[in-house]
């Protein structure tokens, strides 16, 4: 069976190949009906663009590139899910790039991208990225661009990211309210804005329930393999030590977890642990691990339509703007109440 094309939908619909077309790229000049009508038979027909032609017919590549720390970390394969579904269905195909956490190899995927012709990038900033000149430079060059989870200010595109505030506010305030007082906070490195959005979170919560902050209870980690040990170490030394322990990353909740159980230390009876973590086993971990989630799917397909509107320059007058997802708080064994004591 030969494969639908956009004139075959046009004949079908008595439209002109190039309403169909316009329709099918979502453009804004095509009216919501007709666009609904397209789409519909598009998708009853499993019609779907041919990249390879669409680029032959100007400088369009049809390419996103997606360039992010790790696809290992659960929350970036989740977002790069969504990216490629939003991508597919709109006839672009993409190109993953991954800088390890690393600057250089930040620059040099964007390198290599533009290099390759790509319409327009998606990126989530290593953690050793604290310079954002070649993302100015980009953006001056009017190369499309929209920054996701790791972001910054200093570069005036558009944002989609987590509300990283509200998730550690959630979580410090569940510690809080089973009875927590010293609570431990290990995170990533200090200038991720990620990082000072759960901070802030943190501390906003302490605040509200009267307890001072401690910065001798924050540390903070570099992605290291094995530095969750040295770090618990260290606050475990600590007098009075930490009643709790809030972790801002995947690496970091399973190297504490693995560091408590080698060290003996009780789960949730001695300390209560909760995390932020995407990841789809939290609930088999021994104790089953309370967590925040991040709507990664969703931020990756928010991040790729927002790319895909602005190279086809469909809201001119739109200007970049952030858009912020709420998290959510799964509460589980690993933070239920510390004990009463009796007496």
């Known amino acids: 069976m030969d494969p639908v094309t956009i004139k075959d939908i046009a004949h079908a619909l008595n439209l002109s190949t190039s309403t169909v077309s316009r329709a099918l790229r979502d453009s804004y000049e095509i009216s919501p009906e007709t666009k609904r009508l397209v789409m519909e038979y598009a998708e009853r027909l499993n019609y779907r663009p041919n990249p390879i032609a669409l680029s032959l017919k100007g400088s369009s590549s049809k390419a996103l590139a997606v360039i992010v720390p790790q696809i290992a970390n659960n929350f ?116 991720l804005s990620i990082t000072q959005e759960r901070l802030a979170g943190y501390r906003a919560a302490l605040e509200q ?24 170490d260290e606050l475990l030394a600590l007098s009075p030590p930490p009643d709790a322990f809030f972790t ?50 969703e931020i990756g397909q928010l991040a790729a339509e927002r790319l895909i509107e602005l190279i086809e320059r469909k809201h001119k007058s739109t200007g970049p703007s952030t858009m912020k997802l709420p998290t959510t708080l799964v509460v589980r064994e690993s933070s239920r109440p510390a004990p009463k004591l009796v007496g």
């Open 76 to 191: 970036f394969s989740q977002a790069i899910n969504g990216i490629e579904a939003i991508a597919y269905n709109r006839g672009y195909h993409v190109i993953i790039f991954q800088t390890h956490e690393s600057y250089e190899r930040e620059v040099a995927n964007i390198q290599q991208a533009v290099s390759r012709r790509v319409d327009g990038l998606l990126l989530s900033l290593s953690s050793e990225t604290s310079d954002v000149a070649h993302l100015k430079a980009l953006h001056e060059q009017g190369m499309p661009l929209v920054l996701f989870d790791r972001v910054t200010s200093e570069v005036d595109v558009t944002k989609v990211v987590a509300d990283n505030f509200g998730g550690a506010y959630a979580a410090t305030s569940h510690l809080l309210q089973t009875g927590r007082r010293r609570i431990a906070h290990l995170t990533i490195p200090p200038y």
């Open 209 to 232: 329930y009267g307890v001072p902050y401690d910065e001798n209870l924050v540390r903070y980690g570099t992605f290291g393999p094995d530095e969750a040990g040295p770090l618990v």
């Open 248 to 297: 801002a990353s995947d690496r970091l909740a399973l190297g504490c977890l693995a560091a408590l159980r080698e060290r003996g230390v009780d789960i949730p009876g001695q300390v209560a642990l909760l995390s932020f973590t995407n990841s789809q086993s939290a609930h088999l971990l021994n104790p089953p691990l309370s967590t925040v989630t991040q709507p990664a799917l």
